[in-house]
Structures are given as structure tokens and as C-alpha cells.
């Protein structure tokens, strides 16, 4: 893609810099219900994401359209874009750095020459998978996702920069009965090496969650040590990464405000931000400025490190940006809890009066990632005298996520990520308060 004419008419009509980022697309849908296909969809897409520096403000226009016509559009849009914008902040775009990381493991050209056929075929046999083992099944209802991603990035002091990913995922969802109890779950598995998917262990746990919880009935209320499934930890602590972003720490909407250096959880706990995990889209080695990415630790034992900036959270705490750019403020790349020794058995084994959460509903609502406040509904298992002794759901655990991660006193092996990029390993809680019968 030559954008050579587009910063020409930039230059032209006074734009002092610009910089342009190409994205282009391919992704696969498909569903299958009941042995047919419900959804069949192959969608391409590109678009061009520009920014530009005009009178000493930041103009930005999006285009799906790429011609010389367009870039006229550009360049008139970005020109009334910064003149609508009343901001004092100073405005950057990047000159580039030295050196970009390698990071491996994005693209795997075998998963695109695996045959649609194939991938048809195996989302059938997921679903085939699920309901022969178990006459409890009701329903299952299978998906396979791919796409495939390419950024080009140029701008007018010289930057050019490329990426390009590629992803897929085979996602499941079940119903078990016994007589009137109904019990609904699912699983998934994520991966650009197609080898790597697994679809009888994915059916196999698909099909025990849910039967596991068949029969299912709230416990007492009160506080109950608690064992956090490292998918149920995943689900928390999705709603609380915003409170690492300066941007929010800079508006004054953080808990983690003014905290850099000081302890905000049990010294078990290590959370980092990795742009070079493998087979991640969300991984790479620049962010949407052209900021080169670094692994970074957020947490270092219970200790706060600092926060993710952009160029322009950066230059109001006169620090570096980290390389967490994300579109127009500060995102993660693939944002985790390291995992520790401690064996999911020997947790369970430990447990007193506990109880292990293996699911929780309403995180978009029920958790407060201003306040630290959540009250959830939860599934799981009651636990006496380290042993298993029923379901339970229908219970609403609740309390403050960073005392949660004060009171962790056992961080598991068995570190897991939440649809791509959000992990966690299951996480041994001394108490929490739940709310049952």
C-alpha cells in the first residue's frame, strides 16, 4: 500500500504531520445447530485509521474507501477534526524508536490452508462430541471463529511499521438436565495453530461442567474460604484492568491512584503485561502510536510498579510511554496473574468451609472497577474438611477486588486466559461474604 500521495496533499494543504494506519481483514463464522450449519459467514473488510497535526491540534478520520478521491476526504476531515478540537494537550505523533521487539508466534500460515471444509466438518463433530457422552445433554450448539489481521503504519517522519496475526477459536455451548434441573455452561479454546485444538478434551470438560453442577442448590449464607477457578478469576479481574491505565488514574477514576510503590496485595500476587505471548492477536511489537511494546511488570509482589501509558498519558507524568496505545487512549495486551506453585488438589484439599467458584454472572454490572466493589452470582462446589461435598448455585459472593487480592493466600499452577487476553491461575482466598439461603 503506497501512501506517498496522501501525505503529499497533507503537506499541501498544512497538515505538519500524519500518520496513517492500513488494517485489513478476513474473517470466518460458522455455527452449527443440531447437525446443520446455522451461520456460514466469510466477511473481508479494510479501512484507513489517519491522524494529523494541524495548527497544533490532532485531527482524525477513519475511511473504508481507499482512493485519491478519498484521500481528498482525509485531509478536509482532518483539518475540520482539529478545528473542532477545544484540548490544550499537547499532541504527538511518533517519531519511532530504535529498535522493535521480534515477537514470534502471530501468524501461522497453516491455519489458513487448513481446508473450510475441514473446519465445517470438525465444528459438526464438536457438537456430535458433546452429545454422545452423556444422556443428560440436551443441547449443544457449536461455533468455530478465524480471522485474519494485517496494520501497516507509516507517518511523516519516517515511520513504517507491520503486523500481521492470525486467530481462531472453537467455542461450545450446553445444556445438561435431570428431570426439571437445567444447567447451562460452556467451554472454548483459542489458538493459530489449528493442531493445537483439542475437541474431545474441549467436548469432555464442556459436558462434565455441566452435569457437575446438575443438582445444584443454594448453601447457608455467611464467610467461606474461597477457591477461585482460574476461569472464574479471569472473569473478575477483566473489569478491573481499566485501573491500571493512567488515563484513568490521570481523571481521577482509579483505586490505584497515587499508589505506585506501595503494597495492594498479597505478596503472591504478580500481574504483567506481555505484548509477546505467543498465538495472541493482542500480542506485537508496536502499539497504535508506533510505540514500541515492552513486557512489563504491573504488580510485583503485591507491590504496584507503575501504570499503562500512551504518548500523551506519558507526557503528563513525564515518564515513557509503556507502549499501550490502543486506539484513541490505553488498553493491555495480554494482561495476567503469574501463576504460582501451589497444585488446584493440594487448594481444595486445604479448604476448611470453603467453597469453589468455578463461574460468575454480571461482571459488566456487578462489578465497579471505581470503587472496587462486587456482588456477583457465583456457581461452584461446597467444600468440607477438603473434600467435595455438593453444587451449589443461586449464591451472590461480594466485597472489594483489591482486599480480595489482600486476602489471596494461595496462588495455583494452572494459569488459564479468558477469550484470548485476560489470565488468571485459580486463586485460594481466605474468605469472602456469600449471600445463599
Known sequence: M??????????EAGIEDLQVTYSAGTELDIEVFKGQIEKYQIADSSGLSVKGIYKGKMGTVRTEVINEEAFNFVVDSIIQSANAIDSKDEVFIYEGDDEYPKVEGLFDQTLNEVPVAKKIEDTKKLEELVMAKDKRMKMAQ?????????????????????????????????????GEDQRSTFE???????????????????????CSLLGAKPCDSGEYEILLTNQASCSLLSPYVSMFSAEAVQRGVSLLKDKVGKTISSELITIVDDPFKAKSPRSGSFDSEGVATQYKEMVKDGKLTGYLHNLKTAKKADTKSTGNASGSGVGPSNFYIIPGEMKYDDAVASMKKGLIITA?????????????????????????DGKIVRPVALITVAGNYLDMLNDVEGVCDDLDFNFGYIGSPSLKIKKLVVAGK
Do not use: C, R, W
Not at 2 to 11: M, P
Not at 190 to 200: A, K, P
Open 2 to 11: 503506497n501512501f506517498d500521495q496522501l501525505f503529499k496533499k497533507a503537506k
Open 142 to 178: 457449536s461455533y468455530y471463529g478465524q480471522g485474519t489481521t494485517t496494520v501497516v503504519m507509516e507517518n511523516s517522519k519516517g515511520l513504517k511499521l507491520e503486523k500481521k496475526v492470525n486467530s481462531a477459536a472453537f467455542y461450545v455451548q450446553v445444556i445438561a438436565t435431570d
Open 188 to 210: 472454548f479454546a483459542f489458538s493459530n495453530d489449528y493442531n493445537d485444538f483439542d475437541l474431545e478434551k474441549l467436548a469432555t470438560d464442556a459436558v462434565e461442567k455441566s
Open 360 to 384: 460468575l454472572a454480571g461482571t459488566h454490572s456487578g462489578a465497579n472497577p471505581i470503587s472496587g466493589a462486587f456482588s456477583l452470582q457465583a456457581s461452584g462446589f461446597l467444600v468440607e
